[in-house]
């Protein structure tokens, strides 16, 4: 079935231990994104590609880091991980110049 | 910046009650307007759009109209149902500057339909 794939589904992590959030897609989109989603927040957008090899900073990028070496991959790393990243993240993809979104079914990451 | 404003939840109706959810938005120039939903443990999915002004979105008996006077995009349904219990996302997508096709979400609706 085409779409977003992401792991791990859920994640209980110590803080100030580091973390890979994979997202893997199969539809060729060019465009790629992370949100995180927190109560009464709504999804920010923590970081995005517009294509392979290239990256940019969204609303809430801090403590996060990216990187696009292909089109189908976007994993997301949490350096350091720290109380506050504790949030249901989710990847989204979408062909370039196109809004509408496909979202992956998150990865709930408790920090603690 | 853009900006997203969604009335807050929970809305709770009886099934077969008319739903409105409101969304008004701050936006430069003229984007465009969606609705996404997400059920229970799933991600969002894109419910319906509207890509200019006047323009009518619909899917599932849902629709919403792009109100340039008005910013506004709400959503509407006539007649709900148990199944459409679910959180409902406005999202905006703003001019693109080079920092492509980005959405601005609202903070989400969450609706409760009882039988």
């Known amino acids: 079935i085409a779409g977003i794939t992401q792991a791990p589904t859920s994640q209980i992590l110590a803080a100030g231990r580091r973390m890979t959030l994979r997202c893997t897609q199969d539809?060729?989109?060019?465009?790629m994104y992370w949100y995180r989603q927190d109560l009464g927040l709504g999804l920010r957008l923590i970081h995005y590609s517009n294509t392979a090899g290239t990256t940019g900073k969204g609303e809430v990028p801090d403590g996060y880091s990216v990187s696009r070496a292909n089109t189908d991959d976007f994993p997301l790393t949490l350096a350091s991980a720290v109380p506050s990243q504790t949030s249901v993240y989710f990847c989204a993809s979408s062909p370039t110049g196109d809004y509408g979104y496909t979202f992956g079914s998150g990865t709930r990451l408790t920090v603690v | 910046g853009d900006s997203v404003t969604q009335m807050e939840g929970p809305v709770t109706l009886s099934e077969e009650a008319f739903l409105t959810i409101n969304c008004t938005y701050t936006?430069?120039?003229?984007?465009?307007l969606f609705w996404y939903v997400q059920y229970p443990g799933e991600g969002l999915q894109l419910l319906l759009k509207?890509?200019?002004?006047?323009d009518k979105g619909s899917n599932k008996g849902f629709e919403a109209t792009y109100r340039k006077e008005t910013t506004s995009f709400h959503l509407e349904k006539g007649s709900v149902q148990v199944s459409d219990s679910a959180v409902y996302f406005c999202?905006?997508?703003?001019?693109?500057?080079?920092?492509?096709?980005?959405?601005?979400f609202g903070t989400g609706t969450q609706l409760k339909v009882e039988l």
């Open positions: 539809m060729r989109h060019n465009a």
């Open positions: 936006a430069t120039g003229y984007p465009s």
């Open positions: 509207a890509t200019k002004a006047d």
């Open positions: 999202a905006l997508g703003g001019v693109r500057t080079g920092g492509g096709n980005k959405l601005t």
